[in-house]
């Protein structure tokens, strides 16, 4: 199964983004601490790269992120020309309160005060955009919720300190191109719900946790025995948790839900479903794959037109 959402406002946002990156200073891309590289928009890539615009990536909600893979994810960004990352959580007034030094020091052609800052926050669906504008300036207003696509246009705001702020809406890319990357965003609830199976993702998210914290996993629903794979994890939680249907079947959909509401509040444990090196092996395994027959290439294409 592959996972794909580009609601057709999207289309709009990413050309107003594209008009007001020609007139901003510095873009601040909000990533999902959880997923990095896959909450990372090759739209938003390509934009600032064609204006040459600097960028400050903010990897949020880190308190729900393996501490040791973000470490690893700000060596792996800051190696990145142009590019300063740091790990925070944008629900924390301390944390957000380092943004405008940091804007600055990535920006020093606007540190006389002569002509302002102007920032431009952007990053895909549901990563805390909303709620980082919110902070930065001490004030409710850009809608926040637990929703991907809850901001629909642009808003700019003075910061102060000789800075403006732009928020964006939400912007996924047409085509999610590797199927591990769809269910990661999906996992993290960065895409709608009505264009996802939870009892796949959970399967898919149950995968990840036998193999890279099986621990928490255990002690989370107490399994007497390993699962075997991430369909039978899904399984397991429904027996623990008591989830079933008439008859006494296993209600999956329930369980799933369950799982997925766990990892995503963080009651699982603090989670990284990728690092870089994971990362490096989905693409080398990526490339390796042999390629799609004719007839398969052609429906492709197909639903792409």
Known sequence: MSIQWFPGHMTSARKKAAETMA??????EVLDARIPEA????????????????CLKILNKTDLADPEATRAWLAHYERQPGVKAVALSCKKPGDVARIPKLAQALAPHRND???QLRLMIMGIPNVGKSTLMNALLNRRVAKVGDEPAVT???QTF????????????????????????????????AIGRN???DEQV???LGDILLARYPGELAARYKFKTQPADGHAVVEEVARRRGCLIKGGGLDLEKAAGLLLTDFRAGAIGRISLETPDTRAQMLAAARQAPAAAPDEQAREEDADE
């Open 158 to 189: 003075d910061l102060g300190g000789h800075m403006t702020v732009t928020d964006t809406p939400g912007m996924m890319w047409p085509k999610i191109a590797h199927d591990s990357d769809g269910f990661m965003l999906a996992a993290c609830h």
């Open 195 to 197: 264009a996802v199976i």
């Open 152 to 154: 629909k246009s642009q």
């Open 23 to 28: 007139r901003t200073d510095l873009v601040i």
């Open 202 to 204: 959970a399967a898919f």
């Open 39 to 54: 909450s990372c928009n090759p739209m938003i890539r390509e934009l600032r790269e064609f204006r040459q615009r600097p």
């Open 113 to 115: 005060g002569t002509k």
